[in-house]
């Protein structure tokens, strides 16, 4: 068996789409309105290709005729190893840097801080690229009928062209059922697919293998593994000296499995051989159709359980980048953001199923080594908002990697809360890997420990929207209350003389990334009790309160720690409002911030995702969040506008909300819809998702709120199978900017309020039954 070095090529060199052939016309647009498309290759990785996905695998397609490039990833393959990241001298200097906050000596706590309390080491490794197949295909100098695209429905990349009056079309998937990659070749005419592929990955070696497979190996602090399978009809294949080659074939299809030696954050024992062949061996015999319906059948059981409709757009028969460049020169295109809703709910199918890994900053997605942020899992907003769609657009099966990973940190959060703070419970600062950071990371922004608080917020929305109380009690709570452990421990009583005092107050603090201008003209990040992390901790305080309310219907449930949690809470420093301004105070003194119009609106973090300041509960914090959010202006980063979007939503202003998706559009959004920073993040994209859900339903107020934030620009429309919390699935239409009728299904019984504008109903039905509501006002 032969064993060479892979022949790696850096990307940027890999792949020329033009390939010196003529375009001599495109094929016309597909059927399927979800779908997008193009009329060339793509030529960029970040804005052009097409992401594909199981949860595990990914690949990104760029549609080449006289070559190709698939580049594709595995979740588990990073740089790095298990390590203790703690740093014993973090507890020594706590109370040192609390009392110059509370003095008002930010640098010098800053510069402390910076010394002792950051992990060893402070820098984690990235989330790497598997590598590239790449493929030759026979020169053609004129193509006719081009066309490549993703469909939405089916979750398949297809390639289609015409050279010399013969029909090619090539499609990929990555299938969950089969955990496989599937690239496969079709010809109208018979002995007309030939090709020659390979490997391309830094510092890895390729082989031969049984039944001409190819084999890439390497080893980081994982050991790591892909094999392409190729199942030829027709013709020949022949696999050596690092690449395979087909030719005269009438179809072929390829399977790409790739794993490395990773089990856990402190397990990297396993074997990527072992499991790549199990996955070859599980597919078997089974025929290219049937891998193809399988794939199809698991992908739409998730995908189809909500359609959308915001009206038709004369734009839809447009490839999608010349939709995306009318849309930045003003156009407007209602289908294009019912296909941008959709491609959310595709990204989250693709990248985060079952017993997987979560969604990372790229979801799955990265063609580099060295990534941007290493395309980790940052908890001071990007993480979070990964998820904010999964339960509103019905994909909580999705959710759950989320929950798994979250537990996994778990072990390492409560040595660095004993380590570094002195603490019970566990810890999470603004970062993680997959082998279990929960240290400061980068920097003194990263001396924030709200990590943990801020994300087991999703394990009590898991309950809210499903009502599992099983799930509540079992996983939810434990985690729940480990996290406000550490909190209450963490908690310190302000000082006299200092501003709080006689509250309770986090003590080093932040508000994410942000800067303010203390009255001497210096600046700093590093302070104590920033709005963000008084209304985490509130958010955790009463979702606990409420975990008890529920399970404690034999009495004496948690008693004496829900006590504690409720004693805290009355003690908390308050919320405050600036005498300036009228806004709602992002820091515990009313500074100014060196970017007004900064990316970050951290202390709006109780207006969404926390439900702290709503309208009728707190109207005074509601005004004043607004006031916030109007100063901060309708632009930023893309996931920076998708939060504006939400934040908008819950001030049942459509409108506003509409052009901050607008702008969202034309200046966070590439070409193929992915969502940049820039560069791209997949945040945006979710949270843009979960952002026309929440413009269409919304029920963190305690009632099922049908169209609470309906702009002008979608006057017709209708929505089927969006969640509501209290476990309710719920369909809207309307017409003419009203409401013409909605259906409102109870998954388990709860009594509930649904409203629609001012009309509010109180209902109780069983579990499976539902409720109709028709507005017989309503023009037909």
């Not at 032969?2 to 010196?20: D, G, I, Q």
């Not at 799955?364 to 657009?393: E, G």
Request: glycine share 8%; with cysteine.
């Amino acid at each position: 068996m032969a064993v060479a070095e892979s022949k790696y090529v850096p990307p940027e060199e890999l792949y020329n789409p033009t390939n010196n052939f003529e375009l001599i016309d495109s094929a016309p647009a597909p059927e399927e309105s979800l779908t997008l498309w193009y009329r060339k290759p793509a030529a960029k990785w970040e804005s052009e290709a097409l992401p594909v996905g199981n949860g595990r695998l990914a690949a990104m397609v760029f549609g080449g005729v006289n070559d190709e490039r698939i580049q594709f990833n595995e979740e588990t393959l990073w740089d790095g190893e298990p390590i203790d990241y703690t740093n014993p001298d973090a507890l020594e200097a706590l109370p040192e840097v609390q009392r110059l906050l509370f003095e008002g000596k930010n640098a010098e706590a800053t510069e402390l801080a910076g010394k002792a309390m950051m992990g060893s080491p402070h820098k984690i490794k990235s989330y790497q690229t598997f590598g590239e197949i790449l493929f030759d295909f026979p020169d053609a100098e004129e193509v006719s009928g081009y066309r490549r695209d993703l469909d939405l429905t089916t979750a398949v990349s297809r390639v289609q062209y015409t050279v010399e009056g013969v029909d090619y079309t090539r499609e990929v998937f990555a299938s969950s059922p089969d955990q496989a990659i599937v690239i496969h070749f079709e010809a109208n005419q018979l002995g007309k697919i030939n090709f020659s592929t390979r490997f391309s990955r830094r510092g890895a070696t390729v082989e031969s293998g049984p039944d001409n497979r190819l084999i890439l190996k390497g080893k980081l602090g994982v050991e790591y593994e892909a094999q392409l399978l190729p199942l030829v009809t027709g013709g020949t294949v022949e696999c050596k000296d690092g690449e395979l080659s087909v030719s005269d074939a009438n179809e072929v299809t390829l399977l790409l499995v790739a794993a490395t030696s990773y089990k856990n954050a402190t397990d990297i024992s396993g074997d990527a051989t072992a499991r790549c062949e199990e996955d070859l061996d599980a597919i078997g015999g089974k025929r290219y159709d049937q891998i193809k319906s399988d794939h199809i059948a698991d992908y739409q059981e998730l995908f189809n359980r909500v359609k959308l409709d915001l009206g038709n757009s004369d734009a839809a028969k447009m490839p999608t980048d010349e939709r995306m460049r009318a849309i930045k020169n003003g156009a407007s295109d209602t289908q294009l953001e019912t296909l941008y809703f959709q491609y959310g709910r595709y990204l989250l199918i693709s990248s985060s199923r079952p017993g997987e890994l979560p969604a990372n900053l790229q979801g799955k997605w990265c063609q580099h080594y060295k990534a941007p942020w290493n395309s980790d899992y940052h908890f001071n907003i990007n993480v979070q908002m990964n998820y904010w769609l999964a339960q509103t657009t019905n994909l909580a099966e999705c959710h759950l990697p989320y929950f798994d990973y979250l537990e996994s940190l778990v072990p390492s959060g409560s040595k660095t809360a004993k380590v570094h703070y002195g603490a019970d419970g566990w810890v999470l600062h603004h970062l993680s890997d997959i082998f279990g950071k929960t240290t400061p990371a980068d920097g003194v922004h990263g001396v924030w420990p709200l990590g943990a608080a801020w994300s087991v917020r999703d394990f009590m929305e898991y309950y809210r929207f499903n009502g599992d109380k099983e799930f509540l009690e079992e996983r939810a709570y434990p985690i729940m209350k480990d996290a406000a452990r550490f909190v209450l421990d963490f908690l310190t009583e302000a000082p006299e003389g200092a501003p709080g005092a006689g509250y309770l107050v986090t003590n080093p603090s932040h508000s994410p990334e942000n800067t303010f201008i203390k009255a001497d003209g210096t600046e700093s990040v590093f302070t104590y009790a920033a709005s963000m992390d008084l209304q985490i901790v509130h958010d955790l305080f009463v979702s606990l309160i409420e975990v008890g309310e529920v399970l404690d219907s034999k009495g004496g449930f948690d008693r004496k720690f829900r006590k504690e949690v409720e004693d805290a809470l009355e003690k908390l420093q308050p919320l405050q409002i600036s005498e300036k301004t009228g806004r709602l105070m992002e820091w515990i003194e009313d500074y100014e911030e060196r970017d007004p119009k900064h990316r970050h609106t951290s202390h709006l973090f109780g207006l969404h995702p926390g439900q702290q300041i709503t309208k009728n509960g707190t109207p005074d914090l509601y005004n004043a969040a607004r006031k916030s959010l109007e100063a901060r202006g309708d632009f930023g980063t893309g996931w920076s506008m998708a939060w504006k979007v939400n934040f908008w939503a819950r001030f049942h202003d459509g409108d506003h909300a509409h052009i901050l998706l607008t702008n969202l559009l034309k200046k966070g959004t590439l070409d193929n819809l992915f969502d940049t920073h820039p560069p791209f993040q997949i945040d945006g994209n979710f949270g843009g998702t979960a952002a026309i859900a929440e413009m269409l339903l919304q029920s963190h107020d305690g009632e099922v709120h049908l169209l609470p934030a309906l702009p002008k620009a979608w006057p017709d429309g209708y929505v089927q199978g969006l969640r509501a919390r209290g476990g309710f699935e719920v369909d809207i239409a309307w017409r003419n900017g009203t409401l013409t009728e909605a259906t409102v299904r109870s998954l388990n019984g709860s009594p509930f309020k649904v409203r629609y504008g001012n009309d509010t109903r109180d209902l109780s039905l069983e579990s499976g039954s539902a409720y109709h509501w028709k507005n017989e006002n309503t023009e037909n």
